[in-house]
């Protein structure tokens, strides 16, 4: 197990979150450094986790997967956020946090599964 992958993994995790809770709280001139911020830890968590997964089981895999889908989603609203300015951008900010909390949970859970301790192999029938 790889455990600067899943110390870099959660700690972006937790900054996109956190970046993203941020800028729901802020005017929306005030959010879009904050949301660019996000986007960039979105996508610098989303290569990470495409690095990662090939090593990892089938049941982490569906759950990177998942967390991919969720942050290429969250890096396109928050690019519609940014280009929109503050007349749209307060209104965006609600669905981009949640999805940005649909990734953390999903990219947690990868990562849950992924270290999680395997079961000994069964021993052979005879």
């Known amino acids: 197990m790889n455990n600067d992958f899943v110390?870099?993994?959660l700690e972006n995790a937790r900054q996109l979150q956190q970046t993203v809770a941020d800028a729901a709280t802020k005017g929306a001139e005030q959010a879009k450094p904050l949301v660019a911020d996000a986007m960039a830890r979105a996508a610098d968590l989303h290569k990470t986790l495409l690095e990662q997964a090939p090593q990892y089981g089938e049941?982490?895999?569906t759950h990177l997967k998942t967390a991919g889908t969720h942050l290429t989603t969250f890096i396109s609203t928050a690019q519609d956020v940014i280009a929109k300015g503050a007349a749209g951008a307060q209104a965006?900010?609600?669905?981009?946090?949640?999805?940005?909390r649909q990734a953390v949970h999903q990219a947690a859970k990868a990562v849950t599964e992924a270290t999680a301790p395997k079961p000994p192999p069964a021993p052979p029938a005879g």
């Open 7 to 9: 110390n870099k993994a």
């Open 92 to 100: 965006t900010l609600t669905p981009i946090a949640e999805n940005a």
């Open 59 to 61: 049941a982490a895999q």
